[in-house]
């Protein structure tokens, strides 16, 4: 019974997205950085179309009368790349967003992607992330530390956490 009511749910998803679909190109872009303006991220079963959308507009062919901060598309992109353990292409595309439009990653953008390592089990990938946001002056606040503690406890790293966590709170209470 509770199958039947999973996939009755997961039908209805896909007649929604099919309408969306169906939306002229346009609106669809519109759309996109309409829910990225009020924090509506992409989740696993659009970020491939997000990704196509972002295409279009750096490459120009977006709408001109759209207006949206870029590290918001930015942030909320890598956000989706993660979430979908595609944390080589959100890398990848936050160093584009530094390169080619000159924008500095926040703590937003460093928490998503040190995030994403540590759910792909890439612990110290996240931890050279975390140490290279402090060295650009982005200082990570409780949620970014928390992410990277829990995903060294999560991998058998406890010692490391607790040295973090330790050098973190020092780090803190002299601010």
Sequence with gaps: MMYWRRENREMGLVKRYRKWVNLIEDELIELVLLLGTHGVFPNTNCTGDAMEVYNKISEGRGNDDLSIEADVVYNTLIDGLCKVERVEEALQLMEQMKSTKGLAPDMVTYTCLINGFCKVGEIERGKELFDRMIEEVVLPDVVSLNILVD??????????????FNDMQGNWEKN
Aim: positive net charge.
């Design 151 to 164: 995903g060294m406890c999560k991998h058998e790293r406890i010692n490391s956490a607790i040295v973090l």
